[in-house]
């Protein structure tokens, strides 16, 4: 007996050793392997803590607020560590475009874990799924169905209608010298509209709009589940992101190129004497003006530039590679902070200024000029395959409801200046403060 238990010990105590050693020895050459075969060092990173790695310096709740400055103290390309997640901090222009150029398929993930019956973050969802054939199949569907141009031209009358009826909401609350809420307004809009482009139906316009809205969606949602095919779900995550890809990104668009007109007096005056001569006051604004009207173009440009409603691309290197002379190890994490680089004062003159002038194309050679510079340092809808699909839809509607805005009405609001406090709602970059005025028509366009 005592001889098996000896034995039974000594097997025991071997095999533990043995799977010391082995695990010894796949650290020393297998980590040493990966390391020298690229033969480089990982990008610069911070000082930081046991355990939590870099976690202490992103406390706060306007992350890309933290992280551009981590950037301007330590530099723009980045090796951070949350837990033992690597991450690669990007707020170089030139950074960013190497990567989304040079490494563009190995960044076509945004490495979010799937979880199938999350309706937005599965991987049955455009924005999350990898980079594969299904997110290929839904993209295309995406670019060419619903955002296609010629389903753009097909549904312009629903968005004109839309606007019309905005336009009517603006005029009576000028009738009866209400105040009008900017975001919340602007955010029935675009739900509208993209309710109306992918299901033909508007939501309720009383009060609780959003979470009649999510009732819609949560509707929408068991019908198709109520239908057996599987297949289904997809077809339901395609219509949900559609409806959120543009829903909030949109109507914060609209929320602070308002704020910036109201602060900025003479790019007040510049839009309105444009709109006035090109638009004219025997009509509304339609969206076929748009074209015709460069300066309104780069109001909304130059808002998203200040104001990205997403301050910071996600993505995953899926492979090992090398950027910039340095290392970067598979499955880490890529953050680039667009806010940062389109505030970047060696890219930008006064980068903090409000000036559309800067966006607007006047020649041939200066269009030119301007989608080089688009390319570089101008990322509001991302870059690469993974970018925006929704990026014509959103200066359209944008476009238009600014339009209408400021061709047809003037404001009063409380205090001299809107407040620009941010605020980050889940991955959304809005206004801290809701910003409300009470309008004053200018003039009626209809009889
Ligand atoms: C007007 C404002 C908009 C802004 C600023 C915006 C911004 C963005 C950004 C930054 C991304 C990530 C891009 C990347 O990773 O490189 C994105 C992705 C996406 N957007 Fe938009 N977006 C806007 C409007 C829209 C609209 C109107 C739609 C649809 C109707 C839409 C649908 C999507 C989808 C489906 C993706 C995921 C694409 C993919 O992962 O392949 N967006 N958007």
Redo the contacts with the bound molecule.
């Keep these: 007996m005592a001889a098996m238990i000896s034995g039974d010990f000594l097997d025991c105590s071997t095999f533990i050793l043995l799977c010391f050693f082995s695990l010894l020895c796949y650290s020393i050459f297998c980590m040493k392997t990966k390391d020298s075969r690229v033969g480089c060092d990982f990008p610069p990173s911070p000082p930081s803590l046991p355990v939590i790695g870099h976690l202490h310096l992103l406390l706060s709740t306007l992350v890309h607020k933290s992280l551009q400055k981590i950037s301007s103290n330590y530099g723009p390309f980045l090796h951070l560590r949350i837990f033992n997640t690597p991450i690669i901090l990007v707020s170089s222009a030139s950074v960013a475009y190497e990567i989304?150029r040079a490494h563009d398929v190995n960044v076509?993930s945004?490495g979010v874990p799937a979880i199938d019956e999350s309706l937005l973050f599965g991987s049955s969802?455009?924005?999350?799924?990898p980079c594969g054939d299904y997110?290929k199949f839904?993209?295309k569907l995406?670019v060419t169905k619903?955002?296609g141009p010629q389903a753009q031209e097909q549904s312009r009358g629903i968005r004109a209608d839309e606007i019309n009826l905005f336009y009517r909401k603006l005029l009576d609350k000028a009738r009866k010298k209400e105040s009008f809420e900017v975001g919340k307004e602007a955010m029935n809009l675009?739900n509208n509209i993209?309710c109306m482009?992918s299901m033909g139906r508007r939501f309720s316009e009383e009060d609780g709009e959003s979470e009649r809205l999510k009732g819609l969606v949560t509707e929408w949602s068991g019908l198709i589940k109520r239908m057996f095919l599987a297949v289904l779900n997809h077809i339901k995550a395609f219509f949900v992101?559609?409806?959120?890809?543009?829903?909030d990104?949109?109507s914060?668009?609209i929320l602070w190129s308002m704020a910036e007109i109201i602060n900025n007096p003479n790019v007040l005056e510049k839009l309105r004497k444009e709109l006035d001569s090109v638009v004219g006051k025997t009509r509304l604004i339609q969206e076929t003006d748009i074209p015709n009207l460069p300066y309104l173009q780069a109001v909304v440009k130059e808002t998203?530039r200040l104001h990205?409603?997403?301050p910071l691309?996600?993505?995953e290197f899926q492979k090992e590679c090398e950027i910039g002379g340095f290392y970067i190890p598979e499955k880490t994490r890529l953050v680039?902070n667009?806010y940062d680089i389109m505030r970047d004062p060696d890219l930008w003159v006064d980068p903090l200024k409000f000036m559309p002038e800067r966006l607007l194309a006047s020649s041939k050679s200066g269009q030119e000029d301007e989608r080089k510079e688009k390319v570089l340092k101008y990322?509001?809808?991302?870059?690469?395959?993974?970018?925006?699909?929704?990026?014509a839809?959103?200066?359209i509607?944008?476009g238009t409801a600014i339009g209408v805005i400021v061709h047809g009405f003037e404001w009063i609001i409380d205090g001299d200046k809107v407040n620009m406090e941010e605020v980050m709602e889940g991955v959304i970059l809005t206004m801290a403060r809701p910003l409300k005025f009470t309008p004053v028509t200018r003039y009626v366009p209809f009889p």
Aim: aromatic share 10%.
């Design positions: 989304f076509s945004r969802g455009v924005i999350t799924a997110w839904m993209k995406m619903p955002l675009v993209m482009m992101e559609l409806l959120f890809g543009a829903s990104t949109s914060t668009k998203l990205p409603p997403g691309v996600p993505r680039v667009v990322l509001p809808f991302g870059s690469g395959r993974r970018g925006c699909p929704g990026s839809l959103g200066y509607v944008v």
